[in-house]
Structure formats: structure tokens, C-alpha cells
């Protein structure tokens, strides 16, 4: 069978954060519909080979949203090596492939200032080492995620016109505007505080 046409690659260890990358799911499907959004653990079935699977959709989803926990960079087996290192792991094959590809890799930061930060060039496998220089995007738990989401989807329709044809859902805020929310003014400027900008999009 023939995959969808995703937009959408969520890329994740599953040991890092893992309630994090399940609202990141549920957040982009809300926006984006289910058909545009592929999770390896909510799209591969029982008994399907997924390696080439998830080949597939990495090099073919134009954005990837590479989500980095406070255990990204050390996560590995007890008194082990860490899986960032092994050649076969597959957080960094997959986005090794969508950076081969030429797709938006989007550092997706889960986690306050404190927690998390965009990786040190040296201390990622050189083969991603490209995503470290492209432009993050913190989701930080708390009130802000009713702004920082919003806006994130705001940034991938206009990164891709595809995405902005599939999006559901409330229309899309014009850039500027304020959030319909109580204390406007302070949530969302702390919650650009807690933005991660290396450049403009």
C-alpha cells in the first residue's frame, strides 16, 4: 500500500518527554488534519516492516519537527553509549534523511530555558550536525502553549503553502495580532521570551 502524502514528519525518542510529542501530535493534526501529520508510534501498523516506512516519509515530508527533551543529547542504556552515537539509531537517521533531502528540519525545543537547549555543533554526529543551525522553536509547558502553538502553526503554513491549504480549524491569525486571552500582553511576552529565534523564517 502506497503511503498518504504527509507534510508533517514528528521526529522523537520515545524516552525523552514523551507526553511532550504526543500533544505536539495532537496539536498539528487539530490544525492540519490527521492525513497531514506522520508519528512512526500512531501511523505504522502491527507487524509492517518500518524501516522503509519511515525512510520514506522523512525524505518525503517537507517539514520535520525534530522534538529535543532534556535527554536527547545523553539518552542511551544504562553504563552504555549514548543512541545519538550509533549509526542505527533511528532519531538520527531520520534526520539525517530529511536533511539529505532538503526539507525544513525544525529544532523543536521541549522544555524551559533551564532544561533545554539547541545542541553545540560538536557534540551532535556530524551527519545532523546541520540541524543545529537551523532555526528553533521552544514549547515550554505552561499558559504559553496556547500561544506558542498557535504561532508555530502560523510558521509552518507560511514555510509551506501546502500546509496552509489543509489547515482547519480557527483562521489564521494575522501576524501582530493578539491572542483572545486574559493578561494578553504579559503571557505573550514571556512566551516570546521563551522563543528560541537564531534568524527569521
Known sequence: MADRRHLIFINYRGSDQNWATELVYARMTAAFGVDAVFKAGN????????????????????????????????????????????????VRREIAISLQAGNH???????NHDEVAVPAADSVPEEIRAMVERQAWRIAPGAGLDVTFP???????????????RRTGTPRRPRGAEPAA????????????????????
Open 105 to 111: 528540519v525544525v529544532p523543536l525545543l521541549i522544555g
Open 151 to 165: 504561532m508555530l502553526v502560523d510558521r509552518l503554513a507560511e514555510l509551506v503553502p501546502e500546509l496552509a491549504e
Open 43 to 90: 501511523a505504522i501498523r502491527v507487524g509492517e516492516a518500518f524501516p522503509p516506512v519511515l525512510r520514506r516519509q522523512a525524505a518525503g515530508c517537507p517539514v520535520m519537527l525534530a522534538c529535543i527533551g532534556p535527554g536527547w543529547l545523553t539518552a542511551g542504556p544504562p553504563g552504555g553509549p549514548r543512541s545519538l552515537d550509533a549509526p542505527d539509531d533511528w
Open 182 to 201: 486574559e493578561n494578553t500582553a504579559a503571557l505573550l511576552s514571556r512566551t516570546l521570551d521563551d522563543v528560541d529565534h537564531y534568524g527569521d523564517w
